[in-house]
């Protein structure tokens, strides 16, 4: 039987942490993958996630099995962080799910489930583990331009002329703050004329929003997509504590489901339970729990949100000290995009010959689209990167 695999395409992303970790030189600089890193380098345990973790050791009397959709406590928690105080209670479905992916790949099940000859919509570029877990479902993937690779920023028109051609039912994925890979982003006036043109053509939302906290602030970043949220009648969301809580290994997610009448939300939530039990019975608990713990104790709360403000505002400094670089070097505001983006990602727009040259010459490693992950630069490697940038002739 196995004699029939055939060889699976590796990850690119997680290819290139394997490629940083074998390179001798110890000047190398890692721009790849989607972590956060202070500013030696490390990916510390958050003090409140610490702190949860003790009380949970503490108080914890039972690892018994948790519902198939998890701990309601966590659902209800995240839900009212990702989606606001005046979430839609009475139509709000939602199940625990390994990590954000899990609940992208739940959604995605939801969506063939329930309407199978759906096309999915991607901006172009995405995570590649969109098209890719789409893909592997059978579900029919297209693409909506998004980035200007001129200016750095968002190419409205062309994404609303994309998505004009869409069908009624598809449904468009969204990123729902700090897009991944290009760090550009829709504005809240954009948020708003993508909801009414998705009402008008009859498609459905599903935002993943797997870096809240890491842009303009918890609110902030949640804003547009609260803003489409309101106006549409029904929605998917896939939210990741990965990032904001540091929680990546525990494998922290939710998915949530916005019905379109309340006499439907019974169905939409069993629906979810169903498809956790059918791929993995019941959630992973133990990074729910901590982020519950945080999220339902106000100064556990207080110290998290402090400590992510330190995150978000660490990496808006190290995105201004970047575009200061190259406008030192280059004499134009070429590369002010890089102080306008939000989130841990920019493309700086370089080609696969100019990223393998950074990489070779400067031992510099960042997808090969030219992604970068701001938060792998620190005060003494931004001139590095600006001069490599330079030198290539980006
Ligand atoms: N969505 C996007 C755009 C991401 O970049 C990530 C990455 O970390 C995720 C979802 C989900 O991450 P995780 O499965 O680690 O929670
Ligand atoms: O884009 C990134 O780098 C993060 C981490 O298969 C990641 O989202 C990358 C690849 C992958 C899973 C997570």
Redesign the pocket.
């Known amino acids: 039987m196995l004699n029939a695999l055939t060889a699976q395409a590796p990850d690119k992303i997680l290819a290139l942490m394997a490629a940083y970790r074998e390179d001798p030189r110890d000047t190398k600089i890692d721009l790849g993958v ?1 972590v956060y890193k202070d500013a030696t380098g490390l990916t510390p345990v958050m003090r409140a996630v610490k702190s949860a973790e003790r009380q949970l050791v503490e108080t914890q009397d039972t690892k018994v099995y948790t519902g198939l959709a998890g701990d309601p406590a966590f659902s209800d928690a995240l839900s009212t962080l990702v989606l606001g105080a005046d979430k839609p209670v009475d139509r709000l479905a939602s199940v625990a799910t390994p ?4 609940a ?1 790949r739940q959604g995605l099940e939801l969506v063939r489930m329930a309407s199978p000859d759906a096309k999915l919509w991607l901006s172009m570029p995405t ?1 590649p583990n969109h098209p890719a877990i789409a893909k592997y479902l059978g579900i029919t993937v297209a693409e909506y331009r998004y980035f200007d690779t001129d200016t750095g920023g968002v190419d409205f028109d062309a994404m609303m002329d994309d998505l004009g051609r869409a069908d009624a039912g598809d449904v468009v994925m969204l ?1 729902g703050c700090c897009h ?1 890979p290009t760090g550009a982003n829709l504005t809240l006036d954009q948020w708003k004329t993508v909801a009414d043109l998705l009402i008008v053509r009859g498609l459905i939302p599903f935002v ?1 929003i ?1 870096y809240q906290g890491f842009g303009d602030g918890l609110d902030a970043d949640a804003a547009g997509m609260r803003a489409l949220l309101a106006k549409v009648p029904e929605a998917l969301i896939a939210a ?1 504590c ?2 904001n809580f540091g929680v ?1 290994r525990e494998r922290t ?1 939710l998915l949530m489901a916005i019905a379109p009448s309340a006499d439907k939300l019974k169905v939409t939530q069993g629906a979810m339970s169903t498809l956790n039990r059918l791929n993995f019975s019941f959630p992973p608990d133990h990074g729910a729990r901590v982020v519950t713990t945080i999220l339902t104790d106000d100064a556990l709360r207080a110290d998290w949100a402090a400590e992510l403000e330190d995150v978000r505002s660490g990496m808006l400094g190290l995105r201004e000290a970047l575009a200061t670089a190259l406008r030192d070097r280059v004499g134009s505001d070429r590369f002010g995009f890089l102080a306008a983006h939000r989130g841990m990602f920019s493309l700086l727009g370089a080609t696969p010959d100019q990223v393998e040259m950074m990489r070779r010459d400067h031992g510099i490693y960042m997808v090969g689209d030219s992604r970068i992950n701001i938060a792998g630069l620190n005060d003494r490697t931004v001139p590095l990167l600006a001069d490599a940038i330079v030198a290539a002739g980006v």
């Open positions: 989607g990590g954000g992916t899990g992208i995570w990123h991944n993943d797997a990741s990965s990032k990546y997610g």
